[in-house]
């Protein structure tokens, strides 16, 4: 059986639902989802749910007075950072038993079988997964290397060492700005294949796919299940999930799909555009349990707009879309009036 874990507030519900839904889809093998319920709104609207295979963790049984001498002094994001490395410590100190822990982000979104990464560990003790970045969107010297999206550790002597060493590390700093060469929770990765014994890098492009590499590889679909390429190479790989950052939900009806980065129309038909269609189911479910419920929404500034218009079209391509949007609104008013 298969444990993975991950974290997340009232902000992040329809993600981390979504999330859940897409490994239950697709995860072959049995599992627990452990979920750090980063409110009490969260934890309650997950137990009233009761949904098969999630264990429920509130902050009242997690949190430390060490964690909560820490919170007062970090941000919302600077916290949950600062959590995900001390959850996995802390469900691997009450749970004896498990075998090893797998960290999702709750934007993750799985489109094909986890299985397919986790047979990469082999016989390896952690387990670690790189940006990739684009070359346009390189951040290596300020996010670092690695991303704490998808991440592995046994339960066994060496991956409690490393995991031990790393939540001590984020306890000490884990702040969203770069500090001699610190940022977050992640740049803390960057030398663990050398500093630490037994780490495995995930080699498996479909793992891992994110807006800030997505413009190397070329999508296509067969057999219902999506295939990845390298830009010209025929490599044909599975898709196994995609990280969805940045991705913004503005109402049950309407997202923008990425902040700040290029994205091609064909990525956006065949990633975003099943990844949207799943979050508006659970908006829906949501409102059975909660009718109030109206959290995860946020609006884009017209600024954020141009410039993402501007970087995926180019100029000349935004002027004919911004005439063809106001000659439609002018045509609105005039029908109105």
């Not at 609207?45 to 049984?61: F, G, R, S, Y």
């Not at 296509?220 to 390429?229: A, D, E, P, Y």
């Not at 218009?309 to 009036?337: A, C, E, H, P, T």
Request: hydrophobic share 40%; net charge positive; glycine share 4%.
């Amino acid at each position: 059986m298969y444990n993975f874990c991950t974290l997340f507030d009232r902000n992040y519900f329809y993600k981390g639902l979504t999330m859940y839904n897409s490994l239950i889809a697709n995860c072959t093998e049995d599992f627990n989802l452990w979920v750090l319920c980063m409110d009490d709104l969260t934890f309650e609207l997950l137990e009233k749910m009761n949904l098969p295979k999630i264990k429920l963790i509130t902050l009242k049984e997690f949190e430390s007075p060490v964690l909560l001498k820490i919170k007062k002094g970090r941000d919302v994001a600077e916290y949950s950072w600062t959590c995900a490395s001390n959850f996995i410590w802390f469900l691997l100190q009450k749970n004896k038993e498990l075998e090893m822990i797998i960290y999702l982000d709750a934007d993750l979104y799985f489109f094909n079988d986890p299985k397919i990464l986790i047979k990469e560990l082999k016989d390896k003790d952690v387990m670690i997964t790189e940006h990739r970045y684009t070359k346009k969107y390189n951040q290596l010297l300020v996010s670092g290397k690695y991303c704490i999206q998808f991440i592995i550790f046994k339960n066994n002597p060496n991956g409690l060492t490393i995991l031990d060493w790393w939540r001590q590390a984020c306890l000490d700093w884990c702040f969203g700005y770069l500090n001699n060469n610190r940022f977050g929770d992640q740049k803390y990765l960057d030398d663990w294949l050398t500093r630490f014994k037994s780490v495995h890098e995930l080699q498996h492009l479909g793992g891992g796919i994110a807006p800030w590499n997505i413009q190397q590889y070329d999508f296509t679909i067969k057999n219902n299940k999506i295939l990845g390429n390298v830009k010209k190479k025929n490599d044909n790989w599975p898709v196994i999930f995609y990280h969805f950052h940045s991705f913004c939900l503005i109402s049950p009806t309407k997202y923008f799909p990425i902040r700040g980065y290029d994205l091609a129309k064909n990525a956006q038909t065949i990633i975003y555009e099943p990844y949207f269609k799943s979050l508006q189911k659970n908006i829906k479910f949501v409102k059975n349990f909660s009718h109030n419920f109206n959290f995860g929404f946020k609006s884009i500034s017209i600024k954020e707009r141009l410039v993402s218009w501007f970087s995926r079209f180019g100029f000349m391509k935004l002027i004919i879309r911004f005439y063809k949007l106001v000659k439609s609104k002018l045509y609105d008013q005039k029908n109105k009036s």
